[in-house]
């Protein structure tokens, strides 16, 4: 029994999200029922808003590098999540009796595996998913550096630790 | 009293410490008398306005605050406030 199934289309959405920001990171959720997803809900990504770098779980290193570029800079190397945005989402995914399963986000020009800093927020978010009620989710990532072929790869994180997810395309 | 929960981002403010206490009545005036305490708390999370920042989430014993009265959202002795940074990544 696999992890997750996907359906094709949600896949196909995914890239597309990933090649309209080019070369910005995108970053969304996905949620669906009994480990199939059906919903795909796109989050802004709000790194270029002041102050975002500081209120994110970046370590010192990336929040240094992050302030030496432009604010359009950031979003090419980065993400933030735009919480408004998460908000509504987690609430018709509430609403539709659905379950939060995935975190995705593309990296316009590095492979599809979790960076440094994805693995330092995804461990640093753990106790927080419980907090507000909702399960670890998977994280998916959608490497566009091989333009126009896209690469997309799927993991679980936690305690520092990354190790493939088992996703069943449908 | 009312426990707050700080993220790993904000603990620097508040000499390290992951859970500080609250008697306030509200949240606008939870985040002011942290303020009080721990300076610079409050720039974090609101705007200008007073407002609760983009990349920043406050629930309420597991309920987000953009769902109840946002920051006039009242507390009670016993509830449990969790102050969330944005989901994020490289
Ligand atoms: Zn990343």
């Known amino acids: ?170 | 009293m009312i426990k707050v929960r700080i993220p790993t981002p904000l603990r620097p403010l508040t000499k390290g410490q992951g859970e500080v206490e609250s008697a306030a009545a509200n949240i606008v005036d939870m985040i002011g008398s942290l303020d009080a305490t721990y300076p610079g708390l409050k720039n974090r999370l609101c705007d200008e306005k007073g407002d609760l920042r983009r990349f920043v989430n406050i629930y309420v014993n597991e309920e987000d605050i953009r769902f109840l009265n946002g920051k006039d959202t009242s507390l009670k002795d016993g509830d449990e406030v969790s102050i969330v940074p944005a989901i994020a990544g490289g």
Not at chain 1, 11 to 40: W, Y
Not at chain 1, 77 to 91: E, G, H, L, P, T
């Open chain 1, 1 to 170: 029994m696999p992890d997750l199934s996907i359906p094709q289309h949600i896949l196909d959405q995914i890239v597309s999200h990933a090649r309209e920001l080019a070369p910005f990171e995108c970053c969304g959720l996905l949620a669906g029922v009994n480990k199939t997803v059906t919903h795909l809900y796109r989050i802004t990504n709000i790194v270029a808003v002041e102050g975002a770098e500081k209120l994110s779980t970046f370590d010192d290193d990336k929040v240094a590098h992050l302030e030496r570029l432009s604010p359009e800079e950031r979003a090419e190397i980065a993400f933030v999540m735009d919480m408004q945005d998460f908000s509504a989402a987690k609430k018709d995914i509430r609403k539709n009796g659905l379950d939060l399963q995935v975190v995705y986000h593309s990296h316009p020009k590095d492979p599809a595996r979790p960076s440094h800093t994805d693995i330092k927020i995804a461990t640093d978010y753990e106790e927080i998913w419980q907090r507000i009620n909702l399960p670890i989710p998977a994280y998916l990532l959608v490497s566009l550096m091989h333009s126009p072929a896209a690469d997309i790869r799927t993991y679980w994180i936690t305690g520092g630790a990354v190790r493939p997810a088992d996703v069943h395309i449908v």
